[in-house]
């Protein structure tokens, strides 16, 4: 494997459209990319069934204690991380942080989360930007990983050029979209329970991204113990509406 991956300056591909560059965070963020986000409850499912009566509220605030103890900690940091690592064109980094999110997945339901929807990213990726040579050797790099989910978004981000804050932020918020429709259909939930649970989630994205700006390589972590546990139960449940 090569070291570096090369992505087309911004100078050589003229001056950003700020416009562009908006629509560009709002598709990534949107459920309806074909990566399979919206078949996984990550625990969710696993948390409704073993409780039997979830209201709104308990649904809330596992979604939020779910951000700020998983994704402000450890998807968001690695994403971040590996959009300055795509950006500086050194595959060794971003080869590296993909070996830590393998090594993170405690269960084989969230391993299988993340290699799926990272391939499915990957695939994504390479039908959109056919034809542009840089663009597919990057993608043919990141292939080679073979990727997880955050690595391969994070490649996305490098290409759109988005400041990294606004990029983790797109990120997040496609998360959130996805959890809240797996809340609609496992607790059940009616629609507007769902907009109002998104819109909590909404108010507390920013403090979940800017903690992980600030966290370091060592202070990165994966240690949500109830989560792999609910995990691991659903691994097992009886009936599932969820991969997760």
Do not use: C
Request: charged share 20%; aromatic share 6%.
């Amino acid at each position: 494997m090569n070291s570096r991956a090369d992505l087309p300056s911004a100078s050589a591909a003229g001056a950003p459209d700020p416009a562009a560059g908006l629509l560009q965070l709002i598709w990534l963020a949107s459920p309806a990319l074909p990566v399979g986000g919206f078949s996984y409850s990550e625990g969710l499912e696993a948390l409704v069934h073993a409780a039997g009566d979830v209201t709104e509220q308990q649904a809330a605030d596992w979604l939020v204690e779910h951000l700020h103890l998983t994704q402000a900690r450890s998807e968001l940091p690695v994403l971040a991380a590996a959009v300055a690592a795509w950006r500086a064109g050194d595959v060794a980094r971003a080869a590296a942080l993909n070996r830590w999110v393998l090594a993170t997945r405690e269960t084989q339901e969230q391993r299988l989360q993340t290699e799926q929807m990272g391939k499915s990213f990957a695939d994504w990726l390479r039908n959109l930007h056919a034809g542009h040579p840089d663009r597919e050797a990057a993608i043919e790099q990141l292939a080679r990983l073979p990727p997880t989910y955050p690595v391969a978004f994070a490649l996305a981000l490098a290409f759109a050029g988005a400041p990294a804050r606004d990029g983790l932020l797109a990120f997040a918020f496609g998360w959130a979209e996805n959890m809240v429709q797996a809340a609609i259909k496992s607790v059940p939930l009616g629609q507007n329970a769902g907009q109002r649970i998104l819109a909590r989630l909404a108010t507390e994205l920013p403090k979940a991204v800017d903690h992980a700006l600030a966290l370091g390589d060592a202070e990165r972590q994966a240690f949500s113990p109830m989560l792999v546990i609910r995990q691991a139960q659903h691994e097992v449940q009886y009936s599932r509406l969820f991969r997760s």
